[in-house]
């Protein structure tokens, strides 16, 4: 069966400092890989999506960028971090219509 | 563009009650539609799904139905319990150009609280 693991589960940062989270899926090959945001308020905003090895395409600009060095794996960045990037970020992966979500990261940023 | 509305929220109701939470949707082309459940600090799980329309998708004593005509997939449970507490999410798929990439759409949230 497939999982998809996030890591770390939280994480608190001072603004201006670097970010990275990493997602992995396992038990699937070349899956379509997402990251979304959820900010207070519970909306789900979606940031990146990538349908294969270092492809990439973004939803909204902003102060992220993503990448997917591997086929099962996908890691969103940061250079400097704002306040506003505080947020729970979910990875999901898909073969077809349907998603499938991780755990999250609740990402504070002070 | 594709677009979601659900009902607003918090609903709070009492254990066995009969729960209804309305979606509504906009899309080109024939998009397939979901719900999708939350618990507390954790991420989102697929509750059930439709993918034409006058499907019913049903799982955990929860259903909608794919309704084309009036662009709404409506989630109801004849009698909820304390453990359906939860944020639930109604979304719809992208399928513009014949794509398949599964991207979603999702709708606002509605927080559903059950009391004993």
């Known amino acids: 069966s497939q999982t998809i693991h996030q890591w770390p589960a939280t994480l608190v940062q001072p603004v201006g400092s670097p970010l990275s989270l990493e997602c992995t899926v396992e038990?699937?090959?070349?899956?379509?890989l997402y990251w979304y945001r959820q900010a207070a308020g519970r909306g789900l905003q979606l940031l990146f999506y990538s349908v294969g090895i270092g492809q990439i395409s973004s939803e909204v600009p902003q102060n992220l960028s993503a990448s997917r060095p591997q086929d099962r794996q996908f890691i969103l960045s940061s250079k400097k971090l704002l306040l506003s990037d505080s947020g729970f970020y979910l990875c999901a992966w898909s073969k077809g219509y349907e998603q499938y979500f991780g755990p999250g990261t609740r990402l504070t940023v002070t | 563009g594709n677009s979601v509305t659900q009902m607003e929220g918090p609903v709070t109701l009492s254990e066995e009650a009969f729960l209804t939470i309305n979606c509504t949707y906009t899309a080109t082309g024939y998009p397939s539609l979901f719900w999708y459940v939350q618990y507390p600090g954790e991420g989102l799980q697929l509750l059930l799904k439709a993918t034409k329309a006058d499907d019913k998708g049903s799982n955990k004593g929860f259903e909608a139905t794919y309704r084309k005509e009036t662009t709404s997939f409506h989630l109801e449970k004849g009698s909820v319990q304390v453990s359906d507490s939860a944020v639930y999410f109604c979304?719809?798929?992208?399928?513009?150009?014949?794509?398949?990439?599964?991207?979603?759409?999702f709708g606002q949230g509605t927080i559903l609280t059950v009391h004993p």
């Open positions: 038990g699937t090959s070349n899956p379509n």
């Open positions: 979304a719809l798929s992208d399928t513009a150009g014949g794509t398949s990439y599964g991207k979603l759409t």
